[in-house]
Every structure is written in structure tokens, then in C-alpha cells.
């Protein structure tokens, strides 16, 4: 599989999508990075602090509205854990 793939298949999504703005790339691209350094899993179980790391997000809040929109919107799913020991899932769609 074309590693490139899902975020070519995501600008092409996007395109029209008055709705996605910067930053909601920046979470989608460093979830990609991070799945792919995972080994291309999916569901990849992850914690909001190693993603805005990797986005260059400061503040937990922008994360979190931008993951629930990306889920809200369709482009991936997302299942939060609310608990502090155990990641949260993100399905990327195939």
C-alpha cells in the first residue's frame, strides 16, 4: 500500500471542505505520522500530549475540538478512553 495514500486521499477530500481549516490538517497529518510510525495500525491508541506534540498544538482544547470535528465530519472515527492510563482509538477509513 502507498504510504502517501490516505493523506492524498484526505487533501482530496478536504478541497471543498469549508469547514476544515489549518489546524484540523495539522491533527490529521500528525495522526497519520504517528500511525505510520506505529506500524501503519489502525485503530491506533493515542494520547492527545504525543499528537500536539507532533501538530505543533499548545493548547489541549484546539486538539480535542479539531479530533471530535474530524470525527463529526467523517474523515476518521474517533473513541476518546477518559481514562489517563489508556489512549484513545482513532479508526483511520480505508
Given at each position: 500500500?502507498?504510504?502517501?495514500?490516505?493523506?492524498?486521499?484526505?487533501?482530496?477530500?478536504?478541497?471543498?471542505?469549508?469547514?476544515?481549516?489549518?489546524?484540523?490538517?495539522?491533527?490529521?497529518?500528525?495522526?497519520?505520522?504517528?500511525?505510520?510510525?506505529?506500524?501503519?495500525?489502525?485503530?491506533?491508541?493515542?494520547?492527545?500530549?504525543?499528537?500536539m506534540q507532533i501538530a505543533?498544538?499548545?493548547?489541549?482544547?484546539?486538539?480535542?475540538?479539531?479530533?471530535?470535528?474530524?470525527n463529526d465530519y467523517g474523515?476518521?472515527?474517533?473513541?476518546?478512553?477518559?481514562?489517563?492510563?489508556?489512549?484513545s482509538s482513532i479508526y483511520?477509513?480505508?
Amino acid at each position: 500500500m502507498d504510504r502517501s495514500k490516505p493523506l492524498s486521499d484526505f487533501f482530496t477530500a478536504i478541497e471543498k471542505d469549508g469547514r476544515i481549516g489549518t489546524t484540523h490538517i495539522s491533527v490529521y497529518a500528525a495522526l497519520l505520522k504517528y500511525r505510520l510510525d506505529k506500524g501503519f495500525a489502525n485503530p491506533i491508541q493515542v494520547f492527545g500530549r504525543d499528537i500536539m506534540q507532533i501538530a505543533k498544538i499548545t493548547w489541549p482544547n484546539t486538539f480535542y475540538r479539531c479530533v471530535r470535528d474530524l470525527n463529526d465530519y467523517g474523515y476518521l472515527k474517533y473513541t476518546p478512553s477518559f481514562n489517563r492510563n489508556q489512549g484513545s482509538s482513532i479508526y483511520f477509513h480505508e
